[in-house]
């Protein structure tokens, strides 16, 4: 017999299972589109049910006991969709909601989650947006877990992937952002190392292969399921070490302080089961085609509709009433239609009309009183309620949420088009574009692949720059707009409603100067959003105006997510130079967006393009600009190595014996000879400062990343190779450091006297050797064997006088001894 | 007027859900989760007689078959709970001295033919006039109108009764597949060569029983593809000792003329004597009759339901999971592929032998009859009541 009570009862003894949601992306680039669309991310429509609806069912079906969202922005929107829904009343106890308003990283949520104190058991945690859809039951994670502990005492965390089959480019739901190598023992799951970075190779350090009883095994690109299984005491590490803000720097950092702290992480692979984290807009259209397709079963549209009863929100909570402001944005969640099911995946939600000479093909949702007229085209779409779709269109692998209008012969392929959008007739949208909330499009028009078209005013985002195609003079009111906007935003969060409806009575006035006819059509509203990276030192400036609803200084400038919202890896923009130069600027974008598209995505063959991508990657380098010609291919690669070791040395702030031996590793591997060995490594650490990931921290002047990288490790490379006592060797770091500087007047040259100084008061370089270099040098001059430039001038002159300075120093040093 | 406590109002989504999320394995599971529903809504909410608590059991029915939409489980539990309360509500009215069951049975169905007229005439009249009727039933003498027994009958009287009947019920389906399995030795007999389609639980027990009884027998078992529950079936059964072959969906034809006798479980089972059950029942059913092979059906009474199949679209009356179990999901990135997996078929009644129920074994053209002792035929239009109800 079996009880017929709830099947939670049987937990209930042992220990709340719990289960922690961080319902954040923390990427800018999808909370700034989703800032456009009033709806956060976990709340976007999937299937006539919020995103966040599936989690909870297949948290429900696990056996989950109470449910911990931590919500950053949108906490307001999060709270009254949980208020108002079922779930409260089916489930009482099962949901508790924490805001964290304040949360820049997932870090701090569980940091805030910590000052509660609500956790001492294991949980799970699920990350990246806290939206995951799987049909399998995750409870065993639980004992899995538990049975890690079992066998390590130290074991705090155990990840979870799911094995793929396939090479994991031809993956359907693998995006450039769930890059990942892990090295693993192959007996016990233990993780050893764990690397998202995109690498054209992976170091394994030799210790481990030389470790008793552990046999290595590498994963590369399994899918990333997001889900962590966590001891209490993973609160307390991001508590302490507020330098983790990600899972990945958490796993990086206690994997590498393992022998310090003595903690360790496991890992568990599932072989089998559904299993989609969905955190960029990519992600999200596959996750709704996928339900569509039954992937996810049991959680498929006509079960989930009917489970939620029908009712009004007759039970609202009177103690809150700020909750029924936001009622406009997610009303539609609160009535639920029933949904039919039919042949070749169509669904079919309550009372809608159909026309008889539509052609709808297959995997097709269609909400509550939409209307399709004749001759529409369906396949694979997601029409919400109230829709009217216009004769003959054409509408593929898109999603299309409430009160939309489609007008007549339009075609739309892979895009997103929320809440409220009117688009005429003969439209044409490509792949991959948003059409944010109210935005108009008008006849005739053609939008091409990955536009993202707004048209709110709002801007939320510390790093957006909208680019509009006017004067400056225009755009400078622009600015106070924006600025003013962000004052009424800050001031009054909490009733986002009302600072809507002021919004849209800006939004009349500046229609003429938002909406950007070209873009759109004369009859059409909205205007393109576009990410301009901080690298632009234009930028910067009008960045710190505003932020995403928080008002305090954003000083610890949040970091550029490397991947856009559609998961797309962003490929660093050689801007610097090209900033000053409006053309070029405007042409280098599209660059970078087409070689995005031909990244694999659909379509398996273009994996080659991948490595086209990563060949261009290698072109840009700054140091093989630089690099001489006539340098062998192989010790321009070996410089190029040496330069990435010290950059990840300086990130990752590794010991310095580690980096010589790594160093030294290097030289066999390329075979190159002592003497290039020893060039090498002078250029790179004088090139070090160059490389984006240093210089984007901070300070951008080249003099001060410099010596950043000479604090930390660099000069201690010098101290090493260079010996001060041998003349050979100090001769030709300052040879080495003499012919960058010519190459390199702008940044370095003229820097000359505060490298020099720095080394020489480091007790790098002895002066001996600088002033005997310094003669020689003089001499070369003087016999004509060395022509100074014009350019180059302003480089001897600054040497010369350091060395002056540095004979004056020793002369007195001289005359104190005398006088002593 | 009758009213839901809360605390069943969340009974009950929360029972809804657990069947939505495939908790219950088994289908007596999810008989006696409804039975122990109906009785907790009995038993808490408040209710004055009879009539009221039927109505109040009739307007809940379809929010507890909400989640299964090809099973009729909680529909038939539900019918059967409803005719109970009648039942008891007759046996009150005319005393207990009124004689043995079968007469009382044979009163209700009586009863059921005048009431089907009656009612369906006053159906719309007496939604609105509900309260006003009753106080002017309570003065009217005991008729022969159904309404007015059952209005007659107070709480006071009724529940503990009721609840007698209840607790025998539930009883009677805890015991209803061991009742069914114990005529396995007259369906199986020496070095008989038995086929059966997958994983039942009833069918399993019924093996289980025979093999006890050390009838010496051989059991082909095709594997239900792309479930394979019919490994799970194979492994149960070989633990038994009992000589165990699998064979794939596919060879059902081949293997078909070396078979004795079928053996298969049901997920309902329809009043002209149909089936819906797993697919690949229908050409296992097929197959039978081109080679004369009989096809037995083990069904407990719960599964037994006044209903025919709604329509002969394939869609309406099955379900379809995810095509995980057929392709991997790495293999389908082309969108153009398209994959189907019905879980039920129907199989019509012309190709059953024997249904095998609690009792005893029976035609499928008896089922009607069966039907109509257990149920009352005012209760059979509760299905409708509910695709009104999604309109």
Redesign the interface.
């Known amino acids: 017999m079996v009880k017929p009570t709830n099947i939670n009862s049987d937990y209930r003894e042992e220990e709340r299972l719990t289960c922690v949601l961080v319902l954040d992306t923390f990427n800018n680039y999808t909370n700034e589109i989703v800032s456009h669309t009033s709806l956060p991310l976990c709340l976007w429509p999937v299937d006539g049910r919020p995103l966040l609806d599936y989690t909870i069912h297949t948290l429900i079906r696990s056996g989950i006991q109470e449910i911990i969202l931590l919500a950053t922005s949108y906490s307001y929107e999060i709270r009254s969709y949980i208020m108002n829904s079922h779930w409260l009343q089916t489930y009482p106890k099962l949901i508790r909601f924490i805001p964290c308003k304040e949360a820049r990283s997932l870090g701090d949520c569980l940091k805030d989650l910590e000052q509660e104190n609500i956790i001492n058991n294991h949980f799970i945690l699920l990350y990246g947006n806290g939206t995951l859809i799987t049909n399998e039951k995750l409870n065993n994670l639980f004992n899995i877990h538990k049975e890690n502990i079992k066998k390590d005492k130290n074991c705090i965390m155990t990840l979870v992937y799911r094995q793929l089959d396939s090479n994991h480019f031809e993956h359907p739901s693998y995006t450039d952002d769930q890059h990942l190598c892990i090295i693993r023992d192959a007996n016990t799951y233990r993780l050893y190392d764990y690397s998202t970075e995109y690498l054209d190779r992976y170091e394994i350090s030799l210790d481990l292969l030389e470790k008793p009883n552990v046999t290595i095994e590498t994963l590369y690109c399994p899918l990333d399921c997001h889900v962590a299984v966590c001891s209490p005491d993973v609160l307390h590490l991001f508590k302490d070490n507020f330098d983790y803000s990600t899972i990945n720097e958490f796993v990086k950092g206690i994997v590498r302080d393992e022998e310090i702290a003595g903690h360790t992480i496991y890992s568990y692979l599932y072989e089998t089961g559904y299993f989609l984290s969905v955190h960029n807009l990519r992600l999200y259209m596959k996750a709704t085609f996928d339900i569509l397709r039954r992937w996810s079963y049991p959680l498929v549209p006509e079960i989930i509709a009917s489970m939620h009863k029908q009712q009004l929100s007759t039970i609202t909570n009177p103690t809150l009433p700020q909750i029924k402001l936001n009622d406009s944005y997610l009303s539609f969640y609160n009535i639920c239609y029933p949904i039919i099911y039919d042949k070749h995946n169509i669904y079919k939600q309550g009372d809608i009309q159909l026309d008889r000479l539509s052609n709808i093909q297959q995997d097709v949702f269609i909400g509550y009183k939409s209307q399709i007229l004749s001759g529409v085209c369906l396949r694979s779409s997601l029409i919400g309620q109230s829709c009217i779709i216009g004769k003959n269109t054409k509408i593929e692998n898109s999603i299309i949420w409430n009160h939309v209008q489609i007008g007549e012969n339009c075609i739309i392929k892979n895009s997103i088009i929320c809440d409220n959008v009117v688009i005429r007739n003969n439209v044409q949208i490509d792949k991959e574009c948003i059409l944010c909330k109210n935005v108009i499009i008008g006849t005739n028009v053609h939008l091409n692949q990955h536009m993202t078209i707004i048209a709110s005013n709002s801007i939320t985002s510390t790093n957006v720059v909208d680019e509009i195609e006017i004067d400056e003079d225009i755009s400078a009111p622009l600015k106070n707009v924006k600025r003013s906007n962000s004052k009424q935003r800050s001031s009054s969060t909490m009733s986002s409603e009302k600072s809507v409806s002021e919004k849209s009575i800006s939004l009349s006035i500046e229609e003429t100067i938002t909406s950007n006819s070209d873009l759109v059509g004369i009859d059409g509203f909205g205007r393109q959003l576009s990410f301009i990276s901080t690298h632009d030192d234009q930028t910067k400036p009008i960045e710190h105006t505003d932020d995403d609803d928080d008002d305090i200084n954003d000083n610890d400038k949040s970091q550029l997510n490397a991947f856009d919202a559609w998961g797309y890896r962003i490929e660093p923009i050689e801007n610097r130079d090209l900033s000053h130069d409006d053309e070029d600027n405007e042409i280098k974008p599209k660059q970078y967006r087409l070689s995005n598209l031909k990244k694999p995505s659909d379509q398996p063959s273009d994996i080659q393009s991948e490595d086209e991508n990563s060949e261009i990657d290698d072109s840009e380098d700054p140091s093989s600009e630089t690099g001489s010609i006539n340098e062998t291919n192989d010790v321009s690669e070996f410089q190029q190595e040496v330069i990435r070791t010290l950059e990840r040395a300086y990130r990752q702030k590794l010991h310095m014996e580690n980096i010589i031996v790594e160093l030294n590793m290097l030289k066999p591997t390329y075979d190159v000879s002592p003497t290039e060995f020893d060039r090498s490594i002078v250029r790179a650490v004088f090139l070090l400062p160059f490389e984006k990931k240093i210089s984007n921290s901070e300070t951008t002047n080249y003099w001060n990343s410099l010596k950043l990288t000479m604090d930390q490790i660099t000069q201690f490379i010098l101290k090493n190779y260079m010996k001060i006592t041998n003349e050979q060797s100090q001769i030709s770091l300052l040879n080495g450091l003499d012919s960058i500087c010519l190459k390199h007047i702008q940044p370095i040259g003229e820097r000359i006297v505060n490298i020099l100084n720095y080394l020489y008061e480091n007790d790098v370089i002895d002066e001996q050797w600088i002033l005997q270099w310094y003669e020689n040098k003089q001499k070369k001059i003087e016999n004509n064997e060395l022509i100074i430039k014009p350019e180059e001038k302003i480089y001897y002159d600054k040497l010369k006088q350091f060395v002056e300075w540095l004979q004056n120093a020793e002369s007195e040093d001289d005359d104190q001894d005398d006088e002593d | 007027m009758a009213r839901l406590p809360t605390d069943v ?2 009974e009950i ?6 069947i ?5 394995t088994r289908s007596v ?1 999810i008989a ?2 409804t039975i ?2 109906l009785k907790k809504l009995i038993g808490e909410s408040k209710w004055s007689n009879a009539s009221e608590l039927i109505t109040l059991i009739r307007s809940q029915a379809h ?1 507890l078959n ?2 299964q ?1 090809v099973d009729s489980i909680t529909f038939n539990i539900t019918r059967r709970i409803l005719k109970l309360i009648r039942e008891v509500s007759v046996r009150i009215i005319h005393g207990k001295n009124e004689g043995s069951d079968i007469s009382l049975t044979l009163q209700a169905v009586l009863n059921d033919r005048t009431a089907t007229s009656t009612i369906n005439d006053e159906d719309h009249t007496e939604e609105n006039l509900q309260p006003k009727k009753q106080q002017t039933q309570n003065n009217i003498t005991e008729t022969n109108s159904i309404n007015n027994i059952e209005g007659g009958v107070s709480v006071l009287r009724l529940k503990p009764e009721l609840m007698d009947d209840l607790n025998w019920y539930s009883s009677e389906i ?1 015991l209803s597949v061991k009742n069914l399995s114990q005529q396995a030795l007259a369906h199986i007999h020496a070095n008989e060569l038995i086929l059966t389609l997958g994983y039942s639980y009833t069918v399993e027990q019924f093996f289980k029983y025979a093999a006890s009884k050390k009838r010496q027998f051989h059991v082909f078992i095709l594997e239900h593809a792309p479930f394979f529950t019919g490994h799970k079936m194979a492994i149960n059964l070989s633990q038994l000792n009992i000589p165990v072959t699998v064979v794939t969906d596919s060879a059902v034809f081949a293997i078909m003329a070396r078979v004795n006798k079928i053996v298969i479980g049901t997920r309902s089972l329809l009043a002209n004597g149909g089936l819906t059950a797993k697919s690949g029942t229908y050409n296992l059913a097929l197959a039978a009759k081109h080679y004369n092979v009989p096809l037995l059906v083990c069904a407990p009474t719960y599964k037994f339901s006044p209903t025919y199949l709604p329509s002969f679209d394939p ?1 309406m009356c099955n379900s ?5 179990n057929i392709l ?6 082309q ?1 153009s592929l ?4 019905p879980m039920h078929d129907y199989v019509p009644p012309e190709l059953v032998t024997l249904i095998i129920g609690s009792g005893m074994g029976n035609a499928p053209s008896y089922v009607y009859r069966i039907v109509s002792e257990l149920y009352s035929a005012e209760d059979n239009d509760l299905e409708r009541l509910q695709k009104e109800s ?1 309109k």
Request: aromatic share 14%.
């Open positions: 109002e969340t989504d929360r029972f809804c859900n657990n939505k999320q495939n908790t219950y599971d006696l989760a122990y529903i929010r909400q989640g939409p805890e869609v379809f999971p995810s095509p995980e991997s999901y790495e293999s389908i990135f969108s398209d994959i189907v997996v999604l």
